[in-house]
């Protein structure tokens, strides 16, 4: 079946930055998207960019236009997003998610368990 | 930029109720991009429909979606125990970006 495993929980200090990882099995890394969501502790989901794999086409959310970078290793099936200049209410957990547009609709199907990203002086 | 408000933000229903949960898009959507996730405390979302009205794999039928353009309804028929969670609507607004609705938590009245 199709998995997300994320890296582990991180803690940085302001400025910095961190990178986390998102290893997929179970599928064709290639025919999917893979997206990063972000929530910061009791609030919503918020949509931080994209990546077409197969294509090496990158879309990034205005907000983080300028901080974030999302890559992936296709040897590897794995997805990493790094996010710099990082600020206290940075702090959330971070997820990655497949996205499927395979049947003409599109929605994220699978999601990785979170990374825990806590941003302290 | 679309933006989905979703309402109420907070539901208190007993088990056995039936829940309805709105989304409202600023600007007509495609139904065929707009899904929506079940999230509990310490879990990653999981998505319960999309397409608007499609059921994702496993999803008991007691969980439907309706609606087009700007308005688009969750309906849980019969609420258990295990439905008492944050649900949000999703957009998908082309050129491979997305847009999550604020939420709405269904709370165990």
């Known amino acids: 079946q199709v998995q997300l495993v994320q890296s582990g929980a991180e803690v940085r200090k302001p400025g910095s930055s961190v990178k986390v990882s998102c290893k997929t099995s179970?599928?064709?890394?290639?025919?999917?998207?893979i997206n990063w969501v972000r929530q910061a502790p009791g609030q919503g989901l918020e949509w931080m960019g994209g990546f077409i794999v197969l294509f090496g086409t990158r879309k990034y959310a205005q907000k983080f236009q300028d901080r974030v970078s999302i890559t992936a290793d296709t040897s590897t099936s794995t997805a990493y997003m790094e996010l710099s200049s990082l600020r206290f209410e940075d702090t959330a957990v971070y997820y990655c998610?497949?996205?499927?547009?395979?049947?003409?609709?599109?929605?994220?199907?699978?999601w990785g368990q979170g990374t825990l990203v806590t941003v302290s002086s | 930029e679309i933006v989905l408000t979703q309402s109420p933000g907070t539901l208190s229903l007993s088990p056995g109720d039936r829940a309805t949960l709105s989304c409202r898009a600023s600007q007509s959507i495609s139904s065929s991009y707009l899904a929506w996730y079940q999230q509990k405390p310490g879990q990653a979302p999981r998505l319960l429909i999309y397409?608007?009205?499609n059921r994702a794999t496993g999803i008991p039928d007691k969980f439907s979606g309706s609606g087009s353009g700007t308005d688009f309804t969750l309906t849980i028929s019969r609420l258990e125990p295990e439905d008492f969670a944050v649900y949000y609507c999703?957009?998908?607004?082309?050129?491979?970006?997305?847009?999550f609705g604020q939420g709405t938590k269904v709370e165990i009245k």
């Open positions: 397409g608007a009205s």
């Open positions: 179970g599928g064709t890394f290639i025919s999917y998207t």
């Open positions: 998610a497949r996205g499927d547009e395979s049947s003409g609709y599109n929605f994220f199907d699978y």
């Open positions: 999703q957009q998908y607004g082309g050129a491979l970006t997305w847009t």
